[in-house]
């Protein structure tokens, strides 16, 4: 494989591993969202009261809550650079680069050959081209590694949000478990006791 043709397929393996990235967001969103209803639904339907399942519970939200937050954080920085991307050294952030227009291509060809010749200029244009590529590539790739470690940093957050809505989900379903066993003792003790009254009255 001669230099151009690695450089340039570097370039376009660029662009295609920015759609796969992209693509990748879709999961993580729809656990976000899943997990954010799960917490929205306990807020609503779990009755709080001072004991250790309550405080568990609270701390569980509390865990998860801020998983979601730094979770959503990395996932938009994945996506938006609201400000400078520092490490990288870029003002426009996530702004991918590319090679120049056909016109300009040809352009910069045409001079060449007009001054020194055909040979000169097809060897000048491929130079250019590959350094061309070489530049776009490389600010691409780095862009590129940027996405994916937020992208990275942003599913272990959300696998600690997992974890606690697993942990709520325990919590929910024991109480409401014990709940359950209560109500229906409590329904059962009244009605023996209706039925004590009945027979006393006869």
Partial sequence: MSRFDFYKESYYKEFDRKETLNAALGTPIALITAIGAWVFYLLLNFDFKWEFSSYALVISIVIIAISLIV??????????????????????????????????????????????????????????????????ADKNFKLNVNKADYILYAKKTIILALIGSVFSFIVYIGCFSVSYKLKKQYQQTKILDTVKVIEIKK
């Fill in 71 to 136: 979770a959503v954080r990395h996932l938009t920085l994945s996506y938006y650079a609201f400000r400078r991307i520092k490490s990288l050294k870029f003002d426009d952030g996530y702004i991918y680069s590319y090679i120049p227009g056909m016109e300009d291509n040809e352009t910069f060809y045409q001079n060449v050959l007009n001054d020194y010749g055909k040979e000169v200029a097809d060897q000048e244009f491929e130079k250019y081209l590959i350094r061309k590529y070489i530049e776009c």
